[in-house]
């Protein structure tokens, strides 16, 4: 379906005022939501099309997963916790899992950023430089 430039202009000065202090209140979004389909102004089904899109790509940017190939240590997990909420700001969630396939090291996800310092990506790569 393609969006027309006013309906992309209404939703993002939607998703603009369901912020608080740059973290996405749910409270606010609901009622937002609520309100345009009590009005249901014209291309309002567009409008919140995309105003789901915008959520959907900020609640990606603000969650973290971080995959290791063993459990790792408290330390190890706050260290990792500190320096993505100085790289990405408040409000990140973070998840942590084991995925044993990784060999060693760590894959973190935020968003679509992905940070690869698992053995297993490295081996690859050294595979594509034979």
């Known amino acids: 379906m393609k969006?027309?430039?006013q309906a992309r202009r209404d939703a993002k000065q939607m998703f603009r005022s369901c912020l608080v202090n740059g973290l996405l209140d749910e409270t606010r979004a609901h009622q937002v939501v609520r309100e345009v389909i009590?009005?249901?102004p014209r291309g309002y089904v567009?409008?919140?099309t995309h105003f789901q899109r915008l959520v959907k790509l900020d609640v990606a940017r603000r969650?973290?997963?971080i995959e290791s190939a063993i459990q790792l240590a408290e330390?190890?997990?706050v260290g990792v916790q500190t320096g993505l909420a100085r790289k990405?700001?408040?409000?990140l969630t973070i998840s942590f899992a084991q995925n044993?396939?990784?060999v060693g090291g760590l894959r973190v996800q935020v968003g679509s950023d992905v940070y690869d310092g698992s053995v297993r990506a490295r081996l690859?790569?050294?595979a594509d430089r034979f």
Do not use: C, H, M, V
């Open 75 to 77: 330390n190890l997990r």
């Open 88 to 91: 990405y700001g408040p409000g």
């Open 46 to 48: 567009a409008i919140l």
């Open 100 to 102: 044993t396939d990784l």
């Open 3 to 5: 969006i027309s430039k």
């Open 124 to 126: 690859a790569e050294l």
């Open 63 to 65: 969650t973290a997963r």
């Open 38 to 40: 009590d009005q249901k």
